[in-house]
C-alpha cells in the first residue's frame, strides 16, 4: 500500500508538471523578491540573542487533519517575530496542508527574518519558485530524495544564495544522503509509517551527525524543557509548528513558550540559549 508520502510525492510530480506550463521560470526570475539577497537561517538559528525556535505556520497536516483554518499569515508570522522566534517555516503545499506561495511572500512581507519554504521539493522548478516568493531556505527530505538528488537540488539552491535544510527520519537515511551540499541537518521525530512522535529520534541521531551541520529538531516538541534537554544533545534549532498552531492565536502560544524558555534559561545561568 503507498504511504501518505508516496501519494503526496505523486501529486507533487503532476502539480509541478502543470505549473512549469503556467508560469515559466523567465516569469519566476522576473520576480521582485528574485534578485534579492537571502537572510542565513543557519546564522540566525545559532544567534546567542535568539532561540533556533523556527515558528511554522501551517494549517493542517495529514496526520493531525485541520490544526488552524482562520489563523491570519500576518498577525501570525510578526507575532512569531516579536515573541523572539529565529526564524519562520511557511507550509505552500495547496492540497495535503492547505498552504499557498502567497502564504510566504504575506510572511516576506512584514517580516526581515529568515524564511524557509516547507515543501516536498523533487525539482529544480520548485527551488526557483521559492526564490521568487521571498524564500531563504528550502527543505529537501531524505525520504523522497536520492544522494545524488539531495546534491544536485542543493548545489542548485545554494547557486541562488538559498540555504538548505536536509530533513531525515533514521540513521540509514542520514548516512545515505548527507552531503556538503547542505546548510542544516533536522531530524524528523515523526514517525513516517504509523505518524508517532518521539524526541528520543533526535538524542539518537545526534552524534552521528557531522559538526559542519547546524543540528535542527523538528516536530513532537511541546515543553521548553524538551528544548532545554535536545541542547544538551548539541542541537539549536528546533521547528514548531502544532504545539503553536493547534491554538486560535498561535502567536501568543509561540510567546508563552519562549516566555517559560528564558525563565529555564534565568535559573540554569551557565546554560546559554
Do not use: W
Not at 80 to 102: H, I, N, P, R, W
Not at 110 to 128: A, G, T
Not at 241 to 250: A, D, I, L, V, W
Amino acid at each position: 500500500m503507498p504511504t501518505i508520502l508516496d501519494q503526496i510525492v505523486a501529486h507533487k510530480r503532476q502539480e509541478v508538471a502543470d505549473r512549469k506550463t503556467i508560469v515559466p521560470v523567465k516569469l519566476l526570475e522576473r520576480s521582485l523578491y528574485f534578485p534579492s539577497q537571502p537572510v542565513s537561517l543557519r546564522k540566525y538559528v545559532q544567534r546567542d540573542d535568539l532561540n533556533g525556535i523556527i515558528a511554522e505556520f501551517k494549517r493542517r497536516s495529514p496526520s493531525k487533519g485541520m490544526l488552524n483554518a482562520y489563523a491570519p499569515v500576518e498577525r501570525t508570522t510578526i507575532g512569531y517575530m516579536q515573541a523572539g522566534a529565529s526564524a519562520l517555516s511557511v507550509l505552500t503545499d495547496s492540497a495535503f496542508f492547505g498552504g499557498k506561495s502567497e502564504d510566504l511572500t504575506t510572511a516576506r512581507k512584514f517580516n526581515f527574518c529568515p524564511i524557509l519554504r516547507k515543501d516536498f521539493v523533487i525539482d529544480e522548478y520548485q527551488i526557483l519558485e521559492a526564490k521568487s516568493i521571498g524564500a531563504d531556505a528550502i527543505l529537501l527530505i531524505a525520504a523522497i530524495l536520492t544522494k545524488e538528488e539531495v546534491a544536485q537540488l542543493g548545489q542548485f539552491a545554494h547557486s541562488l544564495g538559498l540555504e538548505v535544510l536536509l530533513e531525515v527520519h533514521d540513521r540509514a537515511e542520514l548516512e545515505r544522503t548527507v552531503t556538503p551540499h547542505v546548510d542544516l541537518i533536522g531530524v524528523n521525530n515523526r514517525n513516517l509509517h504509523d505518524f508517532t512522535l518521539s524526541v528520543e529520534t533526535s538524542k539518537e541521531l545526534a552524534d552521528l551527525i557531522p559538526d559542519d551541520f547546524v543540528k535542527v529538531s523538528e516536530s513532537g516538541i511541546s515543553s521548553a524543557e524538551t528544548i532545554m534537554e535536545l541542547r544538551q544533545y548539541g542541537f539549536e534549532g528546533f521547528l514548531i509548528g502544532e504545539t503553536f498552531m493547534k491554538n486560535s492565536r498561535p502567536e501568543k502560544a509561540c510567546a508563552a513558550f519562549i516566555g517559560e524558555l528564558k525563565k529555564l534559561r534565568t535559573a540554569s545561568p551557565a546554560f546559554t540559549i
